[in-house]
């Protein structure tokens, strides 16, 4: 699927062939820079947009038709809601062009409010939200018909810590309930935290497309933890160009009987070992690494 | 119910933007200015003095008081043709701009409805907002008039009607203007240069006449038939009150013609637009 956006004056290839599917209750996270095209994607998945070539089908049918929309919620980027309204009354609004029954959305609303933390604030009008609150406003709209289907375009954009760790809740509980959830984000460390998949997206064109744990398999780092007050002597870390920081060692090895020795070396000098962990590459790391690469080819 | 909740959705807004209470209160004083500056003094079903704003009108003879409530009426209606419109076309002005802001288009577009149904349904509720605008504005000066002079004339109503009719028309202007620009100031100010510059095209075969070429001839007539009749439907409104005939049903065929364009344009685009 590409996507072309065309003035009098310029023509911007936002999408480049992009073809990938999400499966059913998955969790699937799209990563890009910004400008990637990755909002243009997910509205056109919503039938926001058109695509200038290409299929789109979600649940099997193109999401223009407006029964593709039933039952799947959005949390765009930049959210705007009607400021005029109150919390409970946008939620009533979408409930009802949801096509939902009043005593259901009264039922749902009440809910959601409290399980997003702003039970009390329901009655508030909008304009009075602050950013972390109106994000979390617009998580439980989207999540209001209890969606099979959840887009989130940078759902914890604004939010604290903590809010953004209630946020990871929320959606891990709707993933264990069946909804397929596709993010939008560049928090590379929730997108690590909370999908099975992910896409990485590049001027347009999809890099890679692959599970969480395939991007950050294991690497030939490890970390080696030794028992407090403990410390390795230097000409030991030396010959396997290891460092010790913090009580930790952390070193990389070409193979594990390397490793083997480097620790035959510290049970030698009678040092207690407490751990050792293989360390996995984060996705941070790859998302650079292969943003760079395509930039550099 | 989507429509209703689309409905109850322009009505919010329009309370908590002040545009609904700014119409109110603009009308309310207009009422109150016409209770307290029309004086009339009936004597055996005539007029035999009256003031307005303090001004004793020159009455010729026993005028009959119904002579004098249809002529004064009339008055009246082609300024609140005028006032009504200049009034509805900024209370609803802002509304597609508002509904396809960036951020706010994709909360209403993400749910299983329609763009036609969305569209329509701000569009029904505009109307009715209007609608109850106008009939506070024209029914509270029918009932002032007729409480004053015990004349009743229905016709005035009439009026009102054909006032909400050529409104439809701009309204559907506006909502093509917004759903093209998305701006509130241009889904305002293009209404009232239309209302405008089709004022003097009433008088189209004179102008025409006076044009050195036939393609300015042309266009003169072509913009004359293609923009809403703003001078017929106030001479329409003036006449319909006194009772002097029917109006322009041309004029009023044309003009609403240009609004089911107008809307018709906007849905079409709305539909194939991407947000």
Known sequence: ?297 | MKVWALVVDTWREALARYTLLGFLIVSSLFLLVLTFALNLDIVDGSLAAGSLFGKAFDLHGDTPIETVVTTGESAFAAMLYGLGIFLAIFATGSQVPNLVHRGTVDLYLSRPVGRTTLLLGRFVGAVTLVLANLAFLCGGVFVIISLKTGVWNARFLLAGGLIALVFLSYLSFMYLVGVLSGSTPLSIMLPYAIYIIAMPLMAHQHIAAAMDSRLAATVVHGLYWVLPKSAEHGRDVVQLVMGKGDPSWVAMGTTLAFGAVCLGAAVAIFQRKSY
């Open chain 1, 1 to 297: 699927m590409s996507k072309e956006f065309r003035s009098w004056r310029r023509r911007v290839q936002a999408l480049d062939g992009v073809s990938f599917s999400v499966r059913q209750g998955e969790v699937f996270g799209l990563l890009g820079g910004n400008g990637a095209g990755k909002t243009t994607l997910v509205k056109i998945l919503l039938g926001l947009g058109r695509p200038t070539a290409g299929r789109v089908e979600v649940r099997g049918v193109d999401p223009r038709r407006t029964r593709a929309r039933r039952r799947v919620g959005y949390l765009p980027e930049g959210h705007r809601f009607p400021g005029y309204l109150s919390g409970e009354a946008a939620m009533r609004l979408f409930g009802r062009l949801a096509g939902m029954d009043e005593a259901r959305i009264t039922a749902r609303t009440s809910e959601l409010l409290d399980l997003v933390g702003l039970g009390e604030r329901g009655s508030d009008r909008i304009s009075r939200y602050s950013k972390g609150m109106t994000q979390r406003l617009g998580l439980a709209s989207a999540l209001l018909d209890d969606p099979e289907v959840l887009f989130l375009d940078e759902p914890t954009d604004g939010v604290d810590p903590v809010g953004r760790r209630h946020i990871r809740d929320v959606l891990l509980a709707a993933r264990e309930r069946g909804t397929t959830i596709f993010i939008n984000s560049h928090l590379l460390s929730e997108v690590e935290r909370t999908c099975d998949r992910v896409g990485i997206l590049h001027q347009g064109r999809l890099l890679r497309e692959a599970s969480v744990d395939d991007l950050t398999r294991p690497t030939r780092r490890f970390r080696i933890r030794l028992a407090e007050g403990q410390h390795a002597p230097p000409a030991c870390l030396d010959r396997y160009r290891a460092a010790a920081t913090n009580g930790h060692i952390d070193v990389e090895v070409p193979d594990l009987g390397t490793l083997n020795q480097l620790l035959d070396g510290l049970r030698g000098e009678r040092l207690l070992i407490a751990e050792v962990s293989a360390q996995r590459a984060a996705l941070e790391d790859v998302f650079i690494e292969m943003v760079r690469e395509e930039s550099a080819s």
